[in-house]
Structures are given as structure tokens and as C-alpha cells.
């Protein structure tokens, strides 16, 4: 049995009292092998954010995987254009695409923000064909038996509950070639609300998990929290621990088998 904490969009610092104690809290006592963060640690990337997206971080459970998102770069232009992710790497880690490999599992973590982009809105997802096949070599090279999962802040297959927001530029390819490559299960972000779906690609079924906003109080739809995923031979299960205002509470979970290569998942 392997336990992924999936927790996103902290928006730190936290504007309810409590409410980041409370989340270090709960990670703890759900004792994960490994802690997931999709992004969005900060709310507009200043170095007093990024010092408590540190604290927090270094107060949790490790193992950790962790990728930035689109509100981790700064505002400021001229940051925005030269070095968009050096707070993010002074602060927290240089690493732009992790991977975590141990017994059972191996995931991977894609970096889909940008700075700027050539397009209004630079809040939108991009992915880079360089990024996925470094990703999918590096899957490629672990043992069949493994889980393979990748991670993302924007959403690789487009939530209809959220169409415009899951723009992603180069997805369509990027989740065909991480299909291939063995990943039956990609977790993501940025939406700020909770997703289960199967959806099918090159003839496999891969299964889409977003969180929903771990901290902020700009929720769309379920209010804040994290996500649970516990595989057990091959059986996945999905459970929310929500915010009920003191603390969270975790939520019965909904079982979702994943095959191995080729993939095979369908919700139960």
C-alpha cells in the first residue's frame, strides 16, 4: 500500500486564522509516503511568501514533491520576463521537475507555468515537448511494476466544469506521450476544486485527480482542502479531507482500479 497527500493552491499566507496549523496538522496524522504540493504556494510571489511557503514545507512530512505554479512567479515585469522562478528556486528548490521513485510508485512532476506567454491571459497552463520527454524517459527507465504518476499545476485533460481555465498549451500531446509512457494517473491544480474523472487516451484510461485549494478562501465549488489517494494492489482510492472551519475532515473515499501497462481504470 502506498498514501500521496495531494495538497494545492496554499495561496500563503493563509487570511484564516488557524487554518495552516490546522493543515500540518492533519498531514501528519494521515502519515503519507509521500506529501504532493501542485503549485500556487504563494499569492503573488514575494520573497515574505516564499519564506512562509518555506516554513510551512519544512514543517511537514518528508518525503515531498513539489512544482511551482503560475501565482509563484512575480509580478513585477522585468522578474516576470528574466528570471521567473528564481525565488521559487532560492526559497524552496531548484528542481523545476522532480521525481520520486520508491517500491511502488514513481512520480513526476512537469512544470506548466510560465512568466510570460503570448497571449493575455498568463495565468494559463503551457507545457513544453522538452518537458514531457524527460519526464517520460525518466518513467520509462523504472520497473514495469511500478505506478507511474505525473504531476502538474494546470490540468492536462480540460475539467468541462472549468473549461476556460484548463487551457493548456502542448497538453493534448503532453498527455498522449505520458499515457504512453505508462502513467495511469495525473494530479494537478489551479482550478480551486475537487476532480475524479477517467478519461481515455491512445486507447488507454488514465485517471484525472485535481485538488482543490488547500488554504485560500477563493473556492469554486467544495469549499478547501486536499486530497487522500491510497493504491492498494493496483486499486486506487480517492478521499477529500475538507475544511469545516476548525479543523479538516476526511470524507469516505471512492475507489478507482488502475491497471498496470497498459492502463486500465474505471470508476467503480
Given at each position: 500500500?502506498?498514501?500521496?497527500?495531494?495538497?494545492?493552491?496554499?495561496?500563503?499566507?493563509?487570511?484564516?486564522?488557524?487554518?495552516?496549523?490546522?493543515?500540518a496538522?492533519?498531514?501528519?496524522?494521515?502519515?503519507?509516503?509521500?506529501?504532493?504540493?501542485?503549485?500556487d504556494l504563494t499569492r503573488r510571489g514575494s520573497r515574505k511568501e516564499f519564506a512562509a511557503a518555506a516554513e510551512f514545507l519544512s514543517a511537514l512530512p518528508k518525503p515531498q514533491l513539489v512544482i511551482p505554479g503560475n501565482h509563484d512567479v512575480p509580478l513585477f515585469p522585468l522578474t516576470r520576463m528574466t528570471r521567473p522562478f528564481r525565488r521559487y528556486r532560492k526559497a524552496l528548490t531548484e528542481d523545476l521537475a522532480p521525481l520520486h521513485v520508491d517500491d511502488e510508485i514513481a512520480v513526476a512532476g512537469l512544470n506548466t507555468s510560465r512568466g510570460v506567454q503570448a497571449r493575455l491571459d498568463w495565468s494559463l497552463g503551457r507545457i513544453s515537448g522538452r518537458a514531457v520527454r524527460r519526464a517520460t524517459e525518466r518513467l520509462s527507465a523504472v520497473p514495469t511494476d511500478r505506478t507511474r504518476i505525473a504531476v502538474?499545476?494546470?490540468?492536462?485533460?480540460?475539467?468541462?466544469?472549468?473549461?476556460?481555465?484548463?487551457?493548456?498549451?502542448?497538453?493534448?500531446?503532453a498527455v498522449t506521450s505520458l499515457a504512453l509512457a505508462g502513467v495511469?494517473?495525473?494530479l494537478h491544480g489551479h482550478l480551486h476544486r475537487p476532480r475524479v474523472d477517467v478519461v481515455d487516451v491512445a486507447s488507454r484510461k488514465v485517471v484525472m485527480v485535481g485538488a482543490t485549494t488547500a488554504l485560500s478562501d477563493r473556492e469554486r465549488g467544495?469549499?478547501?482542502?486536499?486530497?487522500?489517494l491510497d493504491i492498494v494492489d493496483g486499486v486506487l482510492t480517492v478521499a477529500e479531507s475538507r475544511w469545516n472551519g476548525t479543523s479538516y475532515e476526511l470524507e469516505p473515499p471512492?475507489?478507482?482500479?488502475?491497471?498496470?501497462?497498459?492502463v486500465v481504470a474505471q470508476p467503480v
Open positions: 500500500m502506498k498514501r500521496i497527500l495531494h495538497i494545492s493552491d496554499l495561496h500563503l499566507p493563509a487570511r484564516r486564522e488557524g487554518q495552516v496549523a490546522a493543515l496538522d492533519a498531514v501528519a496524522r494521515l502519515r503519507a509516503d509521500l506529501l504532493v504540493v501542485s503549485g502538474t499545476h494546470h490540468p492536462l485533460a480540460p475539467d468541462i466544469a472549468d473549461l476556460r481555465r484548463s487551457q493548456v498549451r502542448g497538453a493534448a500531446s495511469g494517473i495525473m467544495g469549499g478547501s482542502g486536499f486530497n487522500v471512492r475507489p478507482v482500479p488502475v491497471g498496470a501497462s497498459p
